[in-house]
Every structure is written in C-alpha cells, then in structure tokens.
DNA sequence: AACGTTCTAGAATATTCGTTG
DNA sequence: GCAACGAATATTCTAGAACGT
C-alpha cells in the first residue's frame, strides 16, 4: 500500500521533489536559491553556497553533478542562457532549471510527476503528471 | 498509570498492538518514545535509548529491526524527513511511523486492527480495522 | 596504517567491499570491530559505537540495516549464535558475518566477489569470485 | 493457528561515474 | 563543449520465509 508517507504533503511522492519543492519555497534561501520571476522555472543564483549549504542538508551528497542528474531524472531541462558574455560568460551565469509540472503556485501539478525509470510500464514513465 | 485509555487484555488484539498503544501512551518515556504533535503519529527520539531501555521491557528482544518489522506486518508505514541530508554526527533525525488507526485518543480505531499475514484470505488483510 | 594489505583503488572492485576491507584490518577500531578470532569472519562487538562512530566514516548513512542490507547482497550471511542467554542476554552478543571469500589474510580471494544484482546474467550472481 | 523473532531479499529511489549525441 | 542519459552501486523501506512458541 501507499506507504513511506512524506509529510509535506501527505502523498507517496518521491522525496526528491518534495525536498526540492521545499527547497525553492525556503525564503531564507531566496538569495541564491529561488524561483524565477515569473515562476516558470527555479534559478540557482549562487552555486557554491547552494551546494555547501543547502544540498547536504537534504541530500546525501553535496556534488552539483548529483543534483542535475536527479533533475534529469524527472524530467526538468536546463534553460539555457545564449549570448550572455563574449569571451565566455561574463562570471557564472545562474543555473536555472524549468519542468512543465513544476511551477510556482501550483504544486497540485507536482503531484503525480514521475521519474523516468520509476515504473515497470515504460511507456508511461517517459513523461509524467495526470493533471495535464 | 494517568488517565488515558489502555485498550489491553480485554480484547482479542494481538499482543503487539496493545504493547504499542501502552507504550506510547507512557508518560514517563516521553522523551524518547511519544505520539507526534497533531497525534497523527508516534516518534522514537531517541533510538538507541529506545532500544535498549524499552524495547527488551516489552518484547523478547532489543532490535530495532525486529520492532520495525512487526509495524510493518501490521501496516504502519515510516513517515519520511525531508531534511534527511549528510549524515551529522551530532543528533540523528527522529524515526516515525503512521498508521490510519492507530491515533492518539482513538484507541476505538485500534480495536480491529489486523495483521497482514493472520488471516487466509489475503484480500482481508491488507489493510485492517472495522470501525472505519 | 600497520602492514596489511588493503585492496582498494587498484582495481574494479565494487566500493563496499574495498571498504569493508578496509574497516576490519584498521586496528584502532579492533575494540569494537574486528576479525573473528580464526580469520574467517569478522565482528561488531559493539553495535552502537560502529554505527555512530564507523559507518558514517566510510558510507553516506549510519544504520545497521543498511549496512546489513549491503552485506546481504554481497553474499555475506549472519553467524547465528545459539545458545546465547538463559532468561535474557546477559549483554548483546557479537554481531558476526561470514562469506568464503572474506578471510583475513586473503584478500586475493575478495578480488572478484561479485554483489547478487551487478552483472546482467543472473546465474552468475548467485555466488561470486574467480579464484576458487 | 496465530503471533513473534530473525535473517534475507524485493523494489523503488538516490548517488556516482562515464558516455552519448 | 556540454546537456542529457545509461548503467552500476548505494540507501531506504517493506516483505518473504523459516522457525519457534
């Protein structure tokens, strides 16, 4: 049965997604980690603050490669910033990361996300959400 | 022993349950072994004062895996931690489990309880309680 | 870190081994975690101090279940103990594991000691290891 | 026969490392 | 170069199986 219950929100989602919602909601983090402006995607504004501070405290790792992995997994896409420096970039530019379900005001569309090899049916893994 | 009820030897309940419910129920305990906040729940604070001052009290053992494997038998299911991060050496986060009837104030729920493996039609055990 | 010989980083063997290794020759932790007395197991005296003070060292958590969980799948199997109290247990007896191909002295054997799920043809899973 | 205790395994997610396009 | 992915191992939670009372 629907067991391991995470209590955020009372549901079976993987803890990934739970942990990085909490994570973009943090307003005490908001300075390097937050959502963009309006709300479509997530931004890591600081990354050496983002992976010494906040990734040890809910993942079993602090390596930024560990975390985009599991963003890959469940199928968000790095939004990628074109012309944003001549040489190379101007200094790091932020990190940001975008999914069709994963929206600011709107974790009803969280809810049924999955994981791209989560379930026996591949073919239903390949995206995810019920909402849409 | 307070005032709180303590569903035991009345009834056909296993023995497991009825230890649980009176355990949790203890007051004197509390610091390491309670019913969570909203009672929703119960919490091991402190597990290896748990295991070694309560458990062998109760049960014929003082293994954590042992008590484990029994709430799972009988369909608790552990309630996951968001901030479950790199390991401190300090403190470790609290173990807790959740069961749909087994509540603070309503040890009526308890009454039905079963567990998965007692019966011979499987269907009947997955989940328990008759109250519901 | 005294004379004996440590099979890690030189080869492809899986890292839970390497570290296992590791951990049952250091010798400042023999007080709680060492090999049995014949070389042809290994044991945890003290299960609270290995899980606080050893595991975290060397894995990204600190429970015995996960620790035993590993060593399942690497073949290892529990030395049971009979016998080993009237009434209770006058303390907690050794927790002691054993696999043919983890002996002290002989870590030519752990060379290609295989976990139960690694290799895509399962019946060559079941056991492990080459030089027998 | 039901329940309890122990040891091992199944299954899902998580982490790492290396490859692919 | 680099974002996304495949695959192996690791960690977690739950269940199977054997045995005893």
Redesign the interface.
């Given at each position: 049965?629907?067991?391991?219950?995470?209590?955020?929100k009372n549901s079976n989602m993987p803890?990934f997604l739970?942990?990085l919602w909490?994570l973009v909601e943090e307003t005490h983090t908001n300075e390097f980690f937050t959502w963009s402006q309006n709300g479509q995607s997530f931004l890591v504004l600081d990354e050496q603050r983002f992976v010494k501070e906040i990734?040890?405290?809910?993942?079993?790792?602090?390596n930024m490669a560990s975390f985009v992995r599991q963003l890959n997994m469940y199928g968000f896409c790095k939004v990628l910033h074109i012309g944003s420096g001549i040489v190379k970039q101007e200094r790091d530019g932020p990190v940001e990361f975008q999914h069709s379900y994963f929206k600011q005001g709107q974790d009803d569309l969280l809810e049924n996300t999955k994981s791209k090899v989560s379930s026996s049916k591949p073919e239903e893994n390949k995206i995810l959400g019920l909402k849409a």
């Open positions: 049965m629907g067991c391991a219950l995470n209590p955020t803890a739970s942990k909490t990734l040890p405290k809910y993942f079993k790792h602090n």
